[in-house]
Structures are given as structure tokens and as C-alpha cells.
Nanobody
Framework: QVQLVESGGGLVQAGGSLRLSCAASGRTFSTYAMGWFRQAPGKEREVVATINWTGGSTYYADSVKCRFTISRVNAMNTVDLQMNSLKPEDTAVYFC?????????????????WGQGTQVTVSS
């Protein structure tokens, strides 16, 4: 079973950048699709970006396209989310998730394992 721990959240001004990292334990990490989701206060959890097991396919929500980049290093059991040109509306708790369905997954119900979340706050 994969376990996930996120890091890298914090407070940043609008227009700034943050890099979130997700460290996974477990020998089967490389077979899992991975995703980043976020949940703002009073809102439902939403997908931000996902990546398939090889790293060859990615998906981005329209709201973050051209600003965020998801990447993974299977040899290091890590998946990162580089966030540039941050906006106040990006403020949320960001969650890393793993799906045993290794293809590109965009729906939260397809993810089996979740991290504890990391807070990202963007000030205007």
C-alpha cells in the first residue's frame, strides 16, 4: 500500500510561485497514477493536475493550465506540482493522491490513497 506525505505549502503573494512535493512510500509507486487536488473553504474538492504511471500523460484543470506543471520521478517515489503565477483563487488545501489504475485519472473517486494535505495561501 502506498502512503503519501505532502510538503511545500505556505503563504505567497499573488504572482509568486510555490513547489509542492509528495513523497510516497511503497514498492508499487511506479505503477500508480498520481494526482493533485485542492479544496478551498466552503467548496468541493477539485482536481488540479494528474499524471499517469509513466509520466508520459498529464491533465490540467482549465483554471491552472499554463501556470502549473505536474511531474514525477519514479526512481525517487516523488510527484511534484510547480505552481507559477499564483492567484488568490488558488488558495486551498492541496492533496496528493494515488490511483492503482495507472492510466490518466481525473476523477477523485478513482484515487485510493490520499495525503494529509498542505495549505497554500495566496495573498492579493
Amino acid at each position: 500500500q502506498v502512503q503519501l506525505v505532502e510538503s511545500g505549502g505556505g503563504l505567497v503573494q499573488a504572482g509568486g510561485s510555490l513547489r509542492l512535493s509528495c513523497a510516497a512510500s511503497g514498492r508499487t509507486f511506479s505503477t500508480y497514477a498520481m494526482g493533485w487536488f485542492r479544496q478551498a473553504p466552503g467548496k468541493e474538492r477539485e482536481v488540479v493536475a494528474t499524471i499517469n504511471w509513466t509520466g508520459g500523460s498529464t491533465y490540467y484543470a482549465d483554471s491552472v493550465k499554463c501556470r502549473f506543471t505536474i511531474s514525477r520521478v519514479n526512481a525517487m517515489n516523488t510527484v511534484d506540482l510547480q505552481m507559477n503565477s499564483l492567484k488568490p483563487e488558488d488558495t486551498a488545501v492541496y492533496f496528493c493522491a494515488a490511483s492503482r489504475f495507472g492510466g490518466l485519472q481525473t476523477r477523485s473517486e478513482r484515487y485510493d490513497v490520499w495525503g494529509q494535505g498542505t495549505q497554500v495561501t495566496v495573498s492579493s
